[in-house]
T-cell receptor, first 108, second 115 residues
């Protein structure tokens, strides 16, 4: 089962773009990469998912290189409300393992 | 928008007591999950459930834990004899099918406090 490694914490000023990278060296062929956001005392909330290259939705972009051993979540123009923990998950089917997550703090 | 619901939001129990945590998954979802999160730590997978049986479980999910779908809407996690270290947030999640592209949707969690 693929494990993930992320930076423990990041700080960013409001209005900046934030990039959070996740390492998943032993990702399997069928695994997708999913990012979740979690606020304190709440359940994780889906942000974006991808398999390869680039995926973009209304809140974020996900960049996945050809070897798929890492991925980068990009949050454009963060606001104070984006302060949360961001988790990268790799898996398929019936098991998913969260890494330690990246605690993002947005500073005014 | 449909959502996963969990009850109670907070459960306090004495060590050694049995607790049942309840979840109502999204109605057309077929795959269900329980996770836990000890305060300040990462979210940990406990168990996945499909077609009235466990699909996968982690090493945390020992004989003290059981899951059940007692009717068409509820999905429960039972801890038979709670220990202090069971104190955590417990999250239920559901998804339509176990395909890689299907998103898991998480409930708001139940905070379990074992005294």
């Amino acid at each position: 089962l693929a494990k993930t490694t992320q930076p423990i914490s990041m700080d960013s000023y409001e209005g900046q773009e934030v990039n959070i990278t996740c390492s998943h060296n032993n990702i399997a062929t069928n695994d997708y990469i999913t990012w979740y956001q979690q606020f304190p005392s709440q359940g994780p909330r889906f942000i974006i998912q991808g398999y390869k290259t680039k995926v973009t939705n209304e809140v974020a972009s996900l960049f996945i290189p050809a070897d798929r051993k890492s991925s980068t979540l990009s949050l454009p123009r963060v606001s104070l409300s984006d302060t949360a923990v961001y988790y990268c998950l790799v898996g398929t089917g019936n098991q998913f393992y969260f890494g330690t997550g990246t605690s993002l703090t947005v500073i005014p | 928008e449909p959502e996963v619901t969990q009850t109670p939001s907070h459960q306090v129990t004495q060590m050694g007591q049995e607790v049942i945590l309840r979840c109502v998954p999204i109605s057309n979802h077929l795959y269900f999950y329980w996770y836990r999160q000890i305060l300040g730590q990462k979210v940990e997978f406990l168990v996945s459930f499909y077609n009235n049986e466990i699909s996968e479980k982690s090493e945390i999910f020992d004989d003290q834990f059981s899951v059940e779908r007692p009717d068409g809407s509820n999905f429960t996690l039972k801890i038979r004899s709670t220990k202090l270290e069971d104190s955590a947030m417990y999250f239920c999640a559901s998804r339509v099918a176990p395909f890689s592209t299907d998103t898991q949707y998480f409930g708001p969690g139940t905070r379990l406090t074992v005294l």
